[in-house]
């Protein structure tokens, strides 16, 4: 299966579990939104930051040997043509960068003081926008994709870090994290 969405409603049906089940429908639909805007916007414009604008870190931020970096090149030209096709590849950089940032802005506005951005308990929409902002919180600490979760929208890296303390108590022993502090 190519898509999360599909993949959760699988698991749903097979698991007889529902996150969204306490929602109304109208939160239901906020959430969808959410989630589209996560998998449209943000998640292309971190594979833009991280496959096109700075591809060489990606070397020493997977440890991959310099052989593979010549197929990951071919990855790079692929992820191009992604990007182009998608749409979002089209825009200059610091569009991108200025369509990343009201997304990620709109995303802290709308969690605010909550624990979870649908309330109390977590939902869907949260394992979606986890991914996404943990991918900027944990492997992206020099860009401005950081620089927003962390200083311009702190909500975002406690609601991050919430997340990765429920579910992960073990995460820094799992991912050889030292740094305590994102």
């Known amino acids: 299966m190519g898509d999360s969405g599909l993949i959760i409603e699988l698991l749903n049906r097979e698991k007889g579990v529902d996150l969204n089940q306490p929602l109304s429908d109208a939160d239901k639909a906020v959430s969808r939104a959410f989630t589209k ?3 449209e916007n943000t998640y292309w414009g971190l594979t833009q ?4 604008d700075n591809f060489d870190k990606l070397q020493e931020l997977f440890e991959i040997p310099w052989i ?3 197929f990951m090149r071919r990855i790079r030209s692929n992820t191009k043509q992604k990007l182009m096709a998608h749409g979002i590849g089209r825009h200059s950089k610091d569009d991108l960068e200025g369509i990343i940032e009201k997304d ?8 605010g003081a909550k624990p979870y951005l649908m309330g109390d308990e977590p939902t869907e929409v949260d394992a979606v926008v986890f991914g ?14 950081h620089r927003i979760v ?3 929208c ?10 990765k303390d429920r579910y992960w108590p073990d995460w820094d ?6 740094n305590t502090n994102q």
């Open 37 to 39: 805007m996560v998998e």
């Open 49 to 52: 930051y991280r496959w096109i």
């Open 68 to 70: 593979a970096m010549l």
């Open 104 to 111: 990620l802005k709109a995303i802290s506005t709308f969690l």
């Open 132 to 145: 996404q902002l943990s991918e900027i919180v944990w492997t992206a600490p020099d860009s401005y994709l």
């Open 150 to 152: 962390a200083l311009d």
């Open 154 to 163: 702190p909500n975002l890296l406690a609601y991050c870090n919430r997340i």
């Open 173 to 178: 022993q799992l991912t050889g994290n030292t």
